[in-house]
């Protein structure tokens, strides 16, 4: 008897839950579901003319800019100017060639103020001391174009790092920007052995 009765609910909660589940089932609503869309293409950009890529391979221009074809291209203008080692326009060469002519300031009206000192740089570690030339300096720009903005005129007073100089600072005002890039030209700069050191130039 007790077996029977067992039976009888286990029976009866096997039919309440069927109950329950088709309760619940009941409830449930159909959705539809969109056909599958693949994703979108990006749109590719027309190709820029070969030359173009060539002569903006510096990213210096806007070639989508309307006013690309008015300008100068680099590789236009570096025709006939001495080129470094490297491969870079040698801007002192062409300076002192007259292969260009450049004004000493903005307007042209302040003359060339030529300075013939060099300063010397011990701070540099285990690196050749850095030289300093005013005179190729000063044959381009008078002294107010870094005189006292950028360099304060005064031994100990310039906190120069090579941190600062890649941040456009210091020297990195006109270094990396219109004169040779100082990354990969330490040389240039650091030119003053000391300690032994060797020339690796």
């Known amino acids: 008897m007790p077996r029977l009765r067992h039976l009888l609910v286990c029976l009866v909660a096997a039919l309440l839950a069927a109950a329950v589940q088709n309760a619940a089932f009941s409830q449930l609503r159909s959705v539809e579901v969109p056909p599958y869309q693949p994703p979108a293409t990006p749109a590719v950009k027309a190709e820029t003319n070969v030359v173009d890529e060539i002569t903006n391979s510096t990213g210096l221009y806007d070639v989508d ?12 203008a570096r025709v006939g100017l001495p080129l470094d080692k490297r491969g870079k326009v040698d801007w002192m060469t062409a300076l002192r060639s007259g292969a260009i002519q450049p004004r000493s300031d903005l307007n042209g009206s302040k003359p060339s103020e030529l300075l013939n000192l060099d300063i010397i740089l011990q ?17 381009w720009l008078t002294c107010s174009n870094c005189h006292d903005k950028i ?15 890649f941040q456009g600072e210091y020297c990195g005002a006109c270094h990396g920007r219109v004169a040779f890039a100082t990354l990969y030209s330490c040389e240039r700069c650091h030119s003053v052995l000391h300690g032994g050191g060797k020339a690796w130039w």
């Open 65 to 76: 800019s309307p006013n690309y074809g008015n300008l100068q291209k680099i590789e236009e």
């Open 123 to 139: 701070n540099t570690k285990e690196m050749p001391y850095v030289k300093f030339p005013h005179s190729s300096h000063t044959e």
């Open 151 to 165: 360099f304060v005129p005064k031994a100990g007073a310039n906190a120069i790092t090579m941190t600062k100089i």
